[in-house]
T-cell receptor, first 113, second 117 residues
Framework: DSGVTQTPKHLITATGQRVTLRCSPR?????VYWYQQSLDQGLQFLIQ???????AKGNILERFSAQQFPDLHSELNLSSLELGDSALYFC????????????FGPGTRLTVL | AQSVTQLDSQVPVFEEAPVELRCNYS??????LFWYVQYPNQGLQLLLK??????LVKGINGFEAEFNKSQTSFHLRKPSVHISDTAEYFC???????????????FGKGTKLTVNP
């Protein structure tokens, strides 16, 4: 158990819909990262938050947005969903530096029908 | 541009045999290198990382990796594998984003290690 929790574990929805994925970091970690894992793209970094503020942005689509709340949990919002958004979405947490170990949650599997 | 190439998508081995999972990276600047493991239906877990210093890095579960700057490689090795090592292994390299000083991890496509009895 990494100490990072993600809900829900599975999500099935239709094209055009909007969903919210939630992540709670390990106790003491200030930074949250979001990743997308798909068969064709592999594991892609989406975005990083540190203590409530956006720190780094990766290959995140404009239809996707995220935030980190004062209690440090984070939410990833995916809107206008397309079939190609079907993937595993991972959240990871760390103390914040790139050299620090990132602890991954179990992931949310999103299926868009 | 920094990228990571994992040369083998699948590696089957027998139990107690040695294994090497290959990783090459491309970068013109100093980087940090990582190996993560993903067991079936789980998130990723750090095996080991190279930040600086000794080029031989020891990790968890008996794995080790050697940083070779001249060959831009960071191969993962284990002298004797167990059935429980069956998993997908990802090599990752740090990459600077823009000019603001932020960084991200760039992952390879992964190598599926299957250990057979």
């Amino acid at each position: 158990d990494s100490g990072v929790t993600q809900t829900p574990k599975h999500l099935i929805t239709a094209t055009g819909q909007r969903v919210t994925l939630r992540c709670s970091p390990r106790s003491g970690d200030l930074s949250v990262y979001w990743y997308q894992q798909s068969l064709d793209q592999g594991l892609q970094f989406l975005i990083q938050y540190y203590n409530g503020e956006e720190r780094a942005k990766g290959n995140i689509l404009e239809r996707f947005s995220a935030q980190q709340f004062p209690d440090l949990h984070s939410e990833l919002n995916l809107s206008s969903l397309e079939l190609g958004d079907s993937a595993l979405y991972f959240c990871a947490s760390s103390t914040g530096r790139i050299t620090d170990t990132q602890y991954f949650g179990p992931g949310t599997r999103l299926t868009v029908l | 541009a920094q990228s990571v190439t994992q040369l083998d998508s699948q590696v089957p081995v027998f139990e107690e045999a040695p294994v090497e999972l290959r990783c090459n990276y491309s970068s013109s600047v100093s980087v940090y290198l990582f190996w993560y493991v993903q067991y079936p239906n789980q998130g990723l877990q750090l095996l080991l990382k190279y930040l600086s210093g000794s080029t031989l890095v020891k990790g968890i579960n008996g794995f080790e990796a050697e940083f070779n700057k001249s060959q831009t490689s960071f191969h993962l090795r284990k002298p004797s594998v167990h059935i429980s090592d069956t998993a997908e292994y990802f090599c990752a390299v740090s990459k600077r984003i823009g000019t603001g000083g932020s960084e991200k991890l760039v992952f390879g496509k992964g190598t599926k290690l299957t250990v057979n009895p």
